[in-house]
């Protein structure tokens, strides 16, 4: 079993300087509204931390489970 925590998660480095962490309400609202939201990363970028790991361990295939932003 492989457990890891996402960015700006946990241990894992955290992007202060990004300015939509610096106004999180705000860009929450943005986004109920379905307007743009500028993000430092996005759950595509998530997904492919994930599939870069498990390259870097070097496994093949995996089956993978997730719960809530961990899915």
Do not use: K, Q, W
Request: glycine share 8%; with cysteine; aromatic share 2%.
């Amino acid at each position: 079993m492989i457990r890891f925590d996402n960015r700006d998660c946990g241990h894992s480095t955290r992007l202060r300087s990004a300015a939509s962490t610096r106004n999180l309400p705000g860009a929450i609202a943005r986004a109920l509204l379905r307007l743009p939201v500028r993000a430092p990363y996005t759950l595509d970028d998530m997904a492919d931390d994930a599939a870069a790991l498990l390259t870097a361990l070097e496994i093949g295939r995996a089956h993978v489970v997730g719960a809530s932003m961990g899915a």
